[in-house]
């Protein structure tokens, strides 16, 4: 895995971008389709990742808020 990740970093940005300009050798059309594709399925993510770091911050500021009793149980102050 500590090799892994680093040829995987570097390789799948590489394969897309030689991807479309092979496509774009092809037939140029065909380039700007995938290029829409790549950018929506990455805004895609995008937004699944704010949206997963921004449910995590608020459970965080929910557990924080929650009083805790003499026992230290937070369920039941």
């Known amino acids: 895995m500590k090799t892994a ?4 970093f570097i390789g799948t940005p590489v ?4 991807g479309v300009v092979e496509a774009y050798r092809f037939h140029p059309v065909l380039a700007v389709l995938m290029a829409l594709m790549v950018s929506v399925v990455g805004a895609f ?9 921004r449910e ?4 965080r500021e929910r557990a ?4 805790v ?3 230290g149980d937070r369920r039941h102050a």
Do not use: D, F, H, S
């Open 69 to 71: 009793n003499e026992a």
């Open 15 to 18: 394969g897309v971008i030689w």
């Open 45 to 53: 993510t995008a937004m699944t990742v704010l949206v997963a770091r």
């Open 5 to 8: 990740k680093p040829i995987l």
């Open 56 to 59: 995590r911050l608020a459970e």
């Open 64 to 67: 924080r808020a929650v009083p």
